[in-house]
């Protein structure tokens, strides 16, 4: 595997100065000499034009990998106006911080409910040479692993899910963000690529299943409310028995006991507000 390995390159300015200096200097040799003379500064000269293909520009947060006949030399890391060696190529990398959106992706979840998911993933090159000796086309590549892994991911977890233990796409945002992240990074170490970000963008069951989920998710959620609430009305009713009991307010039997729990869960378990009945008689009668 190919590292980067940093490579100073001189000063862009003095070498044109004195590449400038050479050239008048030999014009002026190839006026007023003699013609042996004349013939060296036209070598001269000549080398001196050759010379000026070795100047390349290096912006703000990028770098030149510099290669000899094929031969990795190293990478100009160093902003300004450089020269080097004119047989030596350049490849401008951008450092910069970089981001893209893959497409809406149709995939099933781990309960096999198509959904459709997209998401955000924000990176930058950090080894110049990994991410261009090691893959074809570095930006690409991160594409195409990108989608890969968020296709993986979510074939890992249900769409939604109700049970606080079991993690879901939807409900579980920050985790699931932290993980496609890891992912993605496993995928692009070998390009030199650091994740900085990855978070889901868009997620949603698929057209075709959309109205019969949210039906279901809809129904799942009553039901899990309602579980909730009668653990709740059961242990008010516990609540309001025991207190009763231990305060000698009034002593119940079983049956009053029975009449009282059937009341206090209708009225804390109803959907509509409760009607209030006054009994004067007595159950016994």
Request: hydrophobic share 45%; proline share 3%; charged share 20%.
């Amino acid at each position: 595997m190919i590292k980067e390995k940093l490579r100073s390159a001189a000063s862009g300015w003095g070498m044109l100065g004195l590449l400038l200096l050479l050239f008048f200097g030999m014009i002026v040799l190839l006026v007023i000499s003699p013609v042996p003379t004349k013939i060296i500064a036209g070598a001269i000269l000549l080398v001196d034009f050759f010379l000026m293909f070795g100047f390349f520009l290096v912006n703000p947060n990028e770098g030149q990998v510099l290669q000899l006949f094929g031969d990795y030399k190293g990478t100009v890391r160093a902003n300004g106006l450089r020269w080097a060696n004119p047989l030596l190529s350049a490849k401008r990398v951008s450092l910069r911080v970089r981001n893209f959106e893959t497409g809406k992706m149709k995939v099933n979840d781990i309960d096999g409910n198509p959904v459709e998911i997209a998401a955000i993933v924000v990176w930058r090159v950090v080894d110049t040479a990994e991410a261009v000796f090691e893959v074809d086309n570095y930006e690409e590549f991160v594409h195409i692993q990108s989608e890969s892994a968020i296709r993986n991911l979510a074939t890992q977890y249900p769409y939604d899910t109700h049970d606080d233990n079991r993690i879901s796409l939807r409900g579980h945002t920050p985790t699931i963000s932290e993980q496609l992240k890891s992912e993605i990074q496993e995928r692009l170490d070998r390009a030199g690529v650091d994740v900085i970000e990855a978070r889901i963008s868009h997620l949603a069951y698929a057209p075709e299943i959309a109205e019969a989920m949210l039906r279901r998710q809809q129904a799942g959620a009553i039901v899990a409310a309602r579980q909730l609430i009668v653990e709740g009305a059961v242990g008010m009713v516990e609540m309001a028995l025991e207190q009763l009991s231990a305060k000698n307010i009034i002593e119940l039997d079983h049956e009053r006991k029975a009449a009282m729990v059937s009341n206090l869960l209708v009225v804390l378990c109803g959907e509509t507000s409760t009607q209030p009945v006054i009994n004067t008689g007595t159950l016994y009668n």
